[in-house]
C-alpha cells in the first residue's frame, strides 16, 4: 500500500474561500469516478458552502466526552476503517479535545497519508507555527492553534486562496462570513484592511520560498546545476571597504533595471575569523543593503572566489557584481584578484567589475619621519638617544670579552625600543644609525675603523638596523592610529551632539555654543550677524578669532589660537550653529502664521456661527414669545402650548451649541482636565440617550462582561451624547445602533447609523470645528459635535474614528482603556 497525498488550501484569513474550494475539488474528483468521503467541514453557516456538501458522503464525527461535556471530533478510526481514497479534512491547525485519539488534527491527517489515502484539507497562513509572533504583531491577537511549518511544506500541493482585501471586507459586510452581530466587531478588529494586507503578504511570501524549494529540489533531483533565469537575483560581494556604497548602488540599479529583482549582499569571512574589515563599514553597508530592499549575508571560507560563485549559484543567482581591487598596480601583476578567478569560474552568471575610487590606491610608501607624538615627547626621546648610546657603549667596553657582538646588539636594540616608545620614529632612527655606527668603530673586528672583516659580522649589523627600524616604525603607526582614533571618536561625539542640540531647536543655539567652547578650550565662543551677536556664551575678553560661516555669518572665538586641524573641525560646528540659527528663526516665524491663521480661522467660524446657527434658535425664541406677549393675537390653548414648546425647544438647542462653544473654546485653552476613574459604560450610554428627542430608536447592545473603562464619566457622557446626537440628525428616518466590545486592552463602542455615509476623503475633516461638509442646514449646530467628542475623548486617553458602516451608513468608533 502506497502513501497517499496531501493537498492544503493556503488561505490569508477566515472567508477568503479555502472550504469552499476544497469541497469543489471533492466534487471534481467524485464526478471522476474517486470513491470521496467529508471526514470533517465546518461551515459556519454559510449556504453556498453547505450546499457544496450536497452529493458527497459525510461520515458521522466521534463524540469525546470532556469534563461533563460532549464534544464532535473528527472519527479518526471510522476513516481508517472505511478508507476511502480521498477525504475532506477542514481546519488542519485545530485541537482536538481532550482524550482523542491524536492530539492535534494534522496528526490525524499525518495517519490517514501514511495509510494511503488521500487527503484535501485547509489551514489560515495565521496558524502557521513560524509566523504565530509576526501575526500577533500585525494583529494583537496570539494564536491558540498551531500546525508545524513543515507538515505543510511537504504536502504534494499548497494552493493559495486569494482575495483583495476590499473584496473580502464586502464579502464579510454582506454577511457571507459572518451572522450579522459579529459583523461589526469583525470589520474594526480582526478584518481591517491593513491586517489582511499584511496577512495576505505573509502568505504570498511564504507560498513563493515554498516554491523557490521545489524549484531547487527538482533541479537537485535532476541533477541541474546550472542557473535557471526564473527571475533577476543580483549578489555584490563586499569588503568592508571604502568602496561598497558604490557596489551596492550599483547592484540595485542591475537587480530593478529588469523589474522588481532580487539584491542580496555577501561578506566572506576568513575561516580564522579575522574578517580585516571594519565592523562599523560592514553594519552600516548592510543598513544601506536592507534600506533597498535587499538581504546581507555572510559566509565562512578562505577561499573568496570560490565562497561568492557557491553562494550565488546556492542562490540562483543571474548576475554577480565585484569591485575591482584596491591593490597597487604592481600587487595585482604579481598576484591575480578575487574578481579574475570568479570571471574564470562563473560559468553562465553574469560578473560585472566595478571600478570606484579607492581602486589601485594602495601601493608602497614610506612611513612619515613625524608621528602622531607631541613635540615635548620626540626631544625626551632623542635627549634618551644622544644621552643612552654614550653610556650603553660605555657599559658594554666595561664589560669587555664578557659580552659578545650579538649580546651588544641586543643591548642596542633595547635602547632603541625605549627611544621609540618615548620619541617615535624619528628619535629611534637617529638611535638606529648611530648605534650601528658605534658598534662597527667599538665592537666590530677590525676596532676603530667604520669596516667589517667577517661576514657574520656585517649580517649582525645588518640585522639589527632593520630590526630597529621596523620596530620604531611600528610603535610610531600605533601612536599615530590611537591618537587619530581617539580624536575621531570625540570629533564624532561632538558633531553628534551638536546634532540633538540643532534638532531641540529653542534653547539648543545656546547649548550648542556652550558645547563648542567645552571642546575647544575656548574662553567665549559668539555667534555674529552682521555685526549684532545672535547668541554668546563666556567672557569675550582677549584676542578675538573668527571663523566664517556664510555671508554675514561667523562665529567669534577668544582664549587661545586653534591648530588648522582644529579650524577644519570648527567649520563643521558652524554650519551647525547656522542651521540652528536657520531653523530657530524658521520655527518661530512657523509658529506666528500658525497663530494668525488659527486665530483667524475660528473669528471667521464664530462669526459664521452667530451670524446662522445661533440666530435662528434666537429667532425662533423672539417671534414665539412675542406672539405669546401680543394682546392682539387671539390664540387658542393648543397654538399657545405649541408656541412655548417651541420656546423650549429652542431654548434646549441654544444652551447645546453654547456648550459646545465653551466645550471647544477650554479644548483648543488646554484647560480640559479629566478626573479618571473607572467607568460603566453602559450605564453611561444609557444616561447620554436621555438628552435625544427619542431614545426608543437606538438599540444598545453589550456583552455581560463588558469591564469598566478608564474614562471621566461625566466628559464620557458627553461624548456619546454628541455621537449619538449626530447620528440622529444624519440619519432622521433609519435606526441607530449602539455597540460595544472588548479587545485585550481596551474596549470599542461604535455607534452605527444608516445614513449617507461620509467619503473616505472627508472623515477627518467631520472632526474639524465647525464643518458639516455641507450636509446640514443651517439651524441645526455649528458643526462642533464631532470635534468637541474627539477633543474630550482624547483629553481622556482614548481614541475616536469614523468608519463605513456595512451596507450604508457611517459608524463612529470610540476606543477607551480597559481599567485596572
Known amino acids: 500500500m502506497g502513501r497517499g497525498t496531501l493537498r492544503v488550501y493556503l488561505g490569508a484569513?477566515?472567508?477568503?474561500?479555502?472550504?469552499?474550494?476544497?469541497?469543489?475539488?471533492?466534487?471534481?474528483?467524485?464526478?471522476?469516478?474517486?470513491?470521496?468521503?467529508?471526514?470533517?467541514?465546518?461551515?459556519?453557516?454559510?449556504?453556498?458552502?453547505?450546499?457544496?456538501?450536497?452529493?458527497l458522503e459525510v461520515l458521522p464525527r466521534a463524540t469525546v466526552t470532556h469534563r461533563g461535556v460532549a464534544l464532535a471530533e473528527l472519527d479518526v478510526d471510522g476513516v481508517l476503517a472505511r478508507h476511502p481514497e480521498v477525504v475532506v479534512v477542514d481546519e488542519l491547525a485545530h485541537t482536538n479535545a481532550p482524550g482523542s485519539r491524536n492530539e492535534f488534527r494534522w496528526q490525524d491527517v499525518q495517519e490517514f497519508v501514511a495509510a494511503g489515502i488521500c487527503v484535501i484539507t485547509t489551514v489560515n497562513v495565521q496558524h502557521l507555527a513560524s509566523l504565530t509572533d509576526v501575526v500577533a504583531q500585525i494583529t494583537g491577537v496570539t494564536q491558540g492553534e498551531t500546525v508545524p511549518d513543515e507538515v505543510v511544506r511537504r504536502a504534494d500541493q499548497v494552493e493559495l486562496v486569494d482575495m483583495s482585501p476590499e473584496s473580502l471586507r464586502r464579502r464579510l459586510a454582506h454577511g457571507n462570513v459572518y451572522p450579522p452581530e459579529r459583523i461589526d466587531a469583525a470589520m474594526g478588529n480582526w478584518f481591517r484592511v491593513g491586517n489582511l494586507t499584511a496577512l495576505r503578504e505573509l502568505a504570498l511570501l511564504w507560498l513563493a520560498d515554498r516554491v523557490d524549494e521545489g524549484l531547487r529540489r527538482y533541479?537537485?533531483?535532476?541533477?541541474?546545476?546550472?542557473?535557471?533565469?526564473?527571475?533577476?537575483?543580483?549578489?555584490?560581494?563586499?569588503?568592508?571597504?571604502?568602496?561598497?556604497?558604490?557596489?551596492?548602488?550599483?547592484?540595485?540599479?542591475?537587480?530593478r533595471r529588469q523589474g522588481d529583482g532580487d539584491l542580496l549582499a555577501v561578506h566572506v569571512l576568513r575561516a580564522d575569523g579575522l574578517t580585516g574589515a571594519s565592523p562599523a563599514a560592514l553594519r552600516a553597508q548592510r543598513a544601506l543593503v536592507e534600506s533597498l530592499g535587499g538581504s546581507y549575508h555572510q559566509v565562512v571560507s578562505d577561499d573568496v572566489a570560490a565562497a561568492l560563485l557557491e553562494f550565488a549559484r546556492g542562490a540562483d543567482a543571474t548576475q554577480l557584481v565585484v569591485g575591482t581591487s584596491r591593490r597597487s598596480r604592481w600587487a595585482r601583476a604579481l598576484r591575480g584578484g578575487v574578481g579574475g578567478a570568479v570571471i574564470a569560474g562563473s560559468g553562465e552568471i553574469d560578473v560585472h567589475i566595478v571600478t570606484h575610487s579607492a581602486a589601485g590606491s594602495r601601493g608602497l610608501r614610506l612611513p612619515p619621519l613625524t608621528g602622531a607624538l607631541t613635540a615635548r615627547r620626540r626631544w625626551a626621546g632623542l635627549a634618551l638617544a644622544v644621552a643612552?648610546?654614550?653610556?650603553?657603549?660605555?657599559?658594554?667596553?666595561?664589560?669587555?670579552?664578557?659580552?659578545?657582538?650579538?649580546?651588544?646588539?641586543?643591548?642596542?636594540?633595547?635602547?632603541?625600543?625605549?627611544v621609540a616608545l618615548v620619541g617615535g620614529l624619528g628619535p629611534a632612527l637617529l638611535a638606529a644609525v648611530v648605534g650601528a655606527l658605534v658598534e662597527n668603530w667599538f665592537f666590530t673586528q677590525p676596532t676603530g675603523r667604520l669596516t667589517v672583516a667577517r661576514l657574520d659580522d656585517l649580517v649582525a649589523l645588518a640585522g639589527y638596523l632593520v630590526v630597529a627600524v621596523a620596530v620604531a616604525t611600528v610603535v610610531d603607526r600605533s601612536a599615530q592610529r590611537a591618537t587619530a582614533a581617539a580624536r575621531s571618536r570625540a570629533e564624532t561625539a561632538l558633531l553628534a551632539s551638536l546634532s540633538r542640540s540643532v534638532l531641540a531647536g529653542g534653547g539648543g543655539m545656546q547649548a550648542m555654543l556652550e558645547k563648542v567652547r567645552e571642546a575647544f578650550g575656548l574662553q567665549s565662543v559668539a555667534l555674529v550677524e552682521s555685526d549684532a551677536v545672535v547668541g554668546s556664551c563666556g567672557d569675550p575678553a582677549g584676542?578675538?578669532?573668527?571663523?566664517?560661516?556664510?555671508?554675514?555669518?561667523?562665529?567669534?572665538?577668544?582664549?587661545?589660537?586653534?591648530?588648522?586641524?582644529?579650524?577644519?573641525?570648527?567649520?563643521?560646528?558652524?554650519?551647525?550653529?547656522?542651521?540652528?540659527?536657520?531653523?530657530?528663526?524658521?520655527?518661530?516665524a512657523a509658529a506666528e502664521a500658525d497663530r494668525l491663521a488659527a486665530g483667524n480661522s475660528m473669528r471667521t467660524a464664530l462669526l459664521a456661527a452667530v451670524s446662522h446657527d445661533l440666530r435662528t434658535p434666537l429667532a425662533g425664541i423672539k417671534a414665539a414669545s412675542s406672539a405669546l406677549r401680543s394682546t392682539q393675537l387671539s390664540l387658542s390653548e393648543a397654538d399657545r402650548a405649541?408656541?412655548?414648546?417651541?420656546?423650549?425647544?429652542?431654548?434646549?438647542?441654544?444652551?447645546?451649541?453654547?456648550?459646545?462653544?465653551?466645550?471647544?473654546?477650554?479644548?483648543?485653552?488646554?484647560?480640559?482636565?479629566?478626573?479618571?476613574?473607572?467607568?460603566?459604560?453602559?450605564?453611561?450610554?444609557?444616561?447620554?440617550?436621555?438628552?435625544?428627542?427619542?431614545?426608543?430608536?437606538?438599540?444598545?447592545?453589550?456583552?455581560?462582561?463588558?469591564?469598566?473603562?478608564?474614562?471621566?464619566?461625566?466628559?464620557?457622557?458627553?461624548?456619546?451624547?454628541?455621537?449619538?446626537?449626530?447620528?440622529?440628525?444624519?440619519?432622521?428616518?433609519?435606526?441607530?445602533?449602539?455597540?460595544?466590545?472588548?479587545?485585550?486592552?481596551?474596549?470599542?463602542?461604535?455607534v452605527v447609523d444608516r445614513g449617507p455615509g461620509v467619503?473616505?476623503?472627508?472623515?477627518?475633516r467631520v472632526f474639524a470645528p465647525f464643518q458639516r461638509l455641507g450636509d446640514t442646514p443651517s439651524g441645526h449646530g455649528v458643526g462642533l459635535g464631532l470635534a468637541v467628542a474627539r477633543g474630550l475623548t482624547e483629553a481622556m486617553g482614548g481614541t475616536l474614528d469614523a468608519e463605513d458602516t456595512p451596507g450604508g451608513g457611517l459608524t463612529m468608533v470610540l476606543s477607551l482603556q480597559v481599567a485596572a
Do not use: Y
Not at 472550504?19 to 464526478?31: C, D, N, Q, V
Not at 648610546?389 to 636594540?413: E, H, K, N, R
Open 388 to 418: 643612552g648610546i654614550p653610556v650603553v657603549t660605555a657599559a658594554c667596553l666595561a664589560a669587555g670579552t664578557a659580552l659578545s657582538l650579538a649580546s651588544v646588539l641586543l643591548v642596542f636594540l633595547l635602547l632603541v625600543v625605549a
Open 759 to 764: 467619503p473616505a476623503a472627508d472623515r477627518e
Open 642 to 750: 405649541e408656541l412655548v414648546e417651541t420656546v423650549d425647544e429652542s431654548a434646549d438647542r441654544l444652551a447645546g451649541l453654547v456648550d459646545n462653544l465653551l466645550d471647544m473654546s477650554r479644548l483648543q485653552a488646554g484647560a480640559v482636565t479629566p478626573v479618571t476613574a473607572p467607568a460603566d459604560l453602559v450605564g453611561v450610554v444609557h444616561r447620554a440617550l436621555t438628552w435625544l428627542e427619542d431614545p426608543s430608536r437606538v438599540t444598545v447592545t453589550a456583552p455581560d462582561d463588558l469591564p469598566p473603562v478608564l474614562a471621566d464619566p461625566g466628559l464620557l457622557e458627553r461624548v456619546v451624547a454628541n455621537l449619538v446626537d449626530n447620528a440622529a440628525q444624519h440619519a432622521p428616518a433609519g435606526p441607530l445602533a449602539v455597540t460595544a466590545g472588548c479587545l485585550p486592552d481596551r474596549v470599542e463602542l461604535r
Open 219 to 255: 533541479r537537485a533531483e535532476h541533477d541541474i546545476d546550472h542557473v535557471w533565469e526564473t527571475r533577476e537575483r543580483v549578489v555584490v560581494a563586499l569588503t568592508g571597504g571604502p568602496e561598497g556604497e558604490t557596489l551596492i548602488r550599483r547592484a540595485s540599479r542591475v537587480a
Open 543 to 588: 584676542d578675538v578669532a573668527t571663523v566664517p560661516v556664510t555671508n554675514g555669518l561667523q562665529l567669534q572665538l577668544t582664549g587661545r589660537d586653534l591648530a588648522p586641524g582644529e579650524r577644519r573641525v570648527l567649520v563643521a560646528f558652524a554650519e551647525q550653529a547656522a542651521v540652528a540659527l536657520q531653523q530657530g528663526r524658521l520655527a518661530e
Open 13 to 55: 484569513a477566515p472567508g477568503v474561500g479555502k472550504t469552499f474550494a476544497a469541497l469543489g475539488e471533492a466534487r471534481r474528483r467524485a464526478e471522476r469516478g474517486a470513491d470521496v468521503v467529508v471526514g470533517v467541514v465546518e461551515t459556519h453557516g454559510r449556504d453556498r458552502t453547505a450546499a457544496q456538501l450536497e452529493g
